[in-house]
């Protein structure tokens, strides 16, 4: 069982603001790393460090991380948002890392 | 731009070994943390292990008995073994380079090869 939980299944409006929340108590202490993945590609990194976004990501994603959470929001979802989005940090020992089950995304 | 291309066998039987290889091109073998992640049809990503070229690899625990990481620096590639593979090991294996250091992110992807455990 991962240590990073995510709800399987989130849906938002078109053009409406989404939050997507992993939790594990190694957040405390390790930062968040969050990817979207496309049916049939490799993941892409859209923040990293918790906060961060890697150029050439829209500034529509953010992340923020409180206590035993990380959250990736996605301001105004547009439809290529529509994808899983996966979590990914370290674990308890700090050596290992693991990823959330990932969310499923639906734009409406 | 450095890039990343997974090769090896697509089929694999039983209890038999997996071997898979990661060219990098277009970058320097120091540059990451080289790393597999795989992924099982219809599931979520698994991290498998990751190494430094010049470090001690660490593996997943539910993986480390059976799981190698190795660099080539000759030929700028690196290498997954996974030994008594069961039909539980059918994914889409992916290679990537880790960045770690302050943060862990993966920020660099081959295109994934899917491997198939069967007779």
């Known amino acids: 069982s991962s240590e990073l939980t995510q709800d399987p299944a989130v849906s938002v409006a078109l053009g409406q603001t989404v939050r997507i929340t992993c939790q594990g108590d190694t957040l405390r202490t390790y930062y968040a790393t969050w990817y979207q993945q496309k049916p049939g590609q490799a993941p892409v990194l859209v923040i990293y460090?918790?906060?961060n976004r890697p150029s050439g990501i829209p500034d529509r994603f953010s992340g923020s991380s409180s206590g035993n959470t990380a959250s990736l929001t996605i301001t105004g979802a547009q439809a290529e948002d529509e994808a899983d989005y996966y979590c990914?940090?370290?674990?308890?020992?700090?050596?290992?890392?693991?990823f959330g089950g990932g969310t499923k995304l639906t734009v409406l | 731009q450095v890039q990343l291309q997974e090769s090896g066998p697509g089929l694999v039987k039983p209890s038999e070994t997996l071997s898979l290889t990661c060219t990098v091109s277009?970058?320097?073998?120091?540059?990451?943390?080289w790393s597999w992640v795989r992924q099982p049809p219809g599931k979520g990503l698994e991290w498998i292990g990751y190494?430094?070229?010049?470090?001690?690899?660490s593996y997943n625990p539910s993986l480390k008995s059976r799981v190698t990481i190795s660099v080539d620096t000759s030929k700028i590639q690196f290498s997954l073994t996974l030994s008594s593979v069961t039909a539980a090991d059918t994914a889409v294996y992916y290679c990537?380079?880790?960045?770690?250091?302050?943060?862990?992110?993966?920020?660099?992807w081959g295109r994934g090869t899917l491997v198939t455990v069967s007779s």
């Open positions: 190494m430094y070229y010049s470090g001690t690899p």
């Open positions: 990914n940090s370290r674990d308890s020992t700090g050596n290992h890392l693991v």
């Open positions: 990537a380079g880790l960045t770690a250091s302050p943060y862990y992110y993966f920020d660099l």
């Open positions: 277009g970058g320097s073998i120091s540059s990451y943390y």
């Open positions: 460090g918790n906060i």
